[in-house]
């Protein structure tokens, strides 16, 4: 596509539920981020995959939460028994190439996730 | 890991006022960009400058890396240059990956 597409835009979940968030990257985009934003803060790193490998799950606060992008392409955001500090904006980024390369991060428009 | 600092924190501006946003990091980056945050929370890219001067319009940036700072200039301030204007550093990981760090973010207002 044109640009980091992201599903669904806001989504409000009852604390306990699970919730997915899925992750539409720039067409032929090797390296996929996923970015935690709070209110008033800047992005924070969640984990980064090179094609379908996750590379790096340094930065998911627990074990709730997990990524996955089987074929290299499509990814999504899963958080298992969501609790009220979970909200959060979620953000997906792409790039061309791999994580040490010198490319652009593009980002999507991000999925708003409140636990109620 | 390394820290990204923005200054100033919030500014605000007359419509068509000239302003130079800062941001330090304490260590070497391989990449540097800067982002514009508007209100409706899109984070559009700016500049991808780890080194050097980019002119882009009224906005224009310049990174030293030997000193480890960035400035974005903006000239001719219009009320659609508010938002929040974010500079991310990219550095090694030690997790087999690069991460762009974030600094707090300069929140900028434009009045009429």
């Known amino acids: 596509g044109a640009g980091v597409s992201q599903s669904p835009r806001y989504k409000v979940t009852k604390r306990g539920q699970d919730v997915a968030l899925r992750c539409d990257p720039i067409s032929g985009h090797v390296s996929l981020y996923w970015y935690r934003q709070a209110l008033g803060q800047g992005p924070e790193f969640l984990t980064y995959f090179n094609y379908e490998a996750q590379q790096d799950k340094s930065g998911l606060p627990n074990d709730r939460f997990s990524a996955e992008r089987p074929e290299g392409s499509i990814s999504t955001l899963t958080i298992q028994r969501t609790e009220q500090r979970d909200s959060a904006m979620y953000r997906c980024?792409?790039?061309?190439?791999?994580?040490?390369?010198?490319?652009?991060?593009?980002f999507g428009e991000g999925s708003w996730l409140t636990v109620v | 890991g390394i820290q990204v600092e923005q200054s100033p924190p919030d500014l605000i501006l007359q419509e068509g006022a000239n302003s130079t946003l800062r941001c330090n990091f304490s260590d070497s980056v391989n990449n540097l960009q800067w982002f514009h945050q508007n209100p409706w929370g899109q984070l559009i890219n700016l500049f991808y400058i780890p080194s050097g001067t980019k002119q882009n319009g009224r906005l224009s940036a310049t990174t030293v890396a030997t000193e480890r700072y960035s400035l974005l200039y903006i000239s001719s301030s219009q009320t659609t240059d508010s938002g929040v204007y974010f500079c991310a550093a990219k550095t090694y990981s030690g997790a087999g990956s690069y991460q762009l760090t974030f600094g707090k973010g300069t929140k900028l207002s434009v009045i009429p």
């Open positions: 980024a792409s790039s061309l190439g791999t994580a040490s390369s010198g490319n652009t991060i593009y």
